[in-house]
């Protein structure tokens, strides 16, 4: 697939060697020549200098053939216009923009435009280190009736099998994140001191399968 990244700060170049490593090939798009040395002398796509939502410059960076679009440069304005612009002047399927001001994101969203709210995310990842029973879901299905959310467990399970977790709370775990990377469980999987587990659960079950995790396994299991 071809994709064009307007933004070329931490963000941008960070994710168009992760897509080049993909075996996409990636236009990177930024006002600022200087910009591109991010990408290092091994990157192979293309470098466009202009304005990210000006239509010549996108053409440049091959919009029409493209299949993807990202817009992940410091403005919250530029990047929607960018986003709009890509989608529909050139109606390309796959576009997102990243946005600060986490009110203006939820608007977007709701016009259709994907957002990355890079200070939601944030706020939503520390509301759950710092409250973790209740925390705002990770991921949930549009009907709101499945969710993915992380669930804190009491030290009672360590040692204890994943499919235990499962067996007594009635929930599917997903995966575990252990030592910052993510891991998904097999039948002989144990938990350990660190892990932070995250399940999918019915959203009515929440407060039940919490509490399941919470107390701990029942005496004789």
């Not at 990636?26 to 939502?53: E, H, K, M, N, W």
């Not at 399940?199 to 079950?205: H, N």
Request: net charge neutral; proline share 4%.
């Amino acid at each position: 697939m071809h994709i064009v990244i307007m933004g070329c700060g931490r963000v941008g170049s960070a994710l168009a060697r992760a897509l080049e490593k993909q075996s996409h090939s990636v236009a990177v798009v930024d006002q600022d020549p200087s910009a591109f040395r991010r990408l290092g002398a091994g990157f192979r796509g293309r470098r466009v200098t202009g304005i990210g939502f000006d239509q010549d410059t996108l053409r440049e960076a091959g919009i029409e053939e493209a299949g993807a679009f990202a817009a992940v440069s410091s403005g919250d304005n530029s990047n929607i216009i960018a986003a709009r612009v890509a989608r529909e002047n050139f109606g390309v399927e796959h576009v997102v923009a990243r946005i600060y001001d986490p009110r203006r994101a939820e608007v977007y969203q709701r016009l259709g435009i994907p957002t990355v709210a890079t200070v939601r995310w944030t706020a939503d990842q520390m509301l759950r280190r710092l409250l973790p029973s209740g925390a705002e879901p990770l991921w949930q299905d549009p009907s709101g009736t499945v969710q993915l959310a992380e669930v804190a467990f009491a030290t009672a399970w360590v040692g204890r099998r994943i499919s235990e977790l499962e067996e007594a709370s009635g929930a599917r775990v997903a995966f575990v994140t252990r030592l910052g990377e993510g891991v998904l469980p097999n039948p002989q999987m144990v938990v350990q001191e660190g892990d932070l587990v995250q399940v999918m659960l019915r959203r009515a079950d929440q407060a039940a399968v919490e509490a399941v995790f919470a107390k701990g396994p029942e005496e004789g299991h």
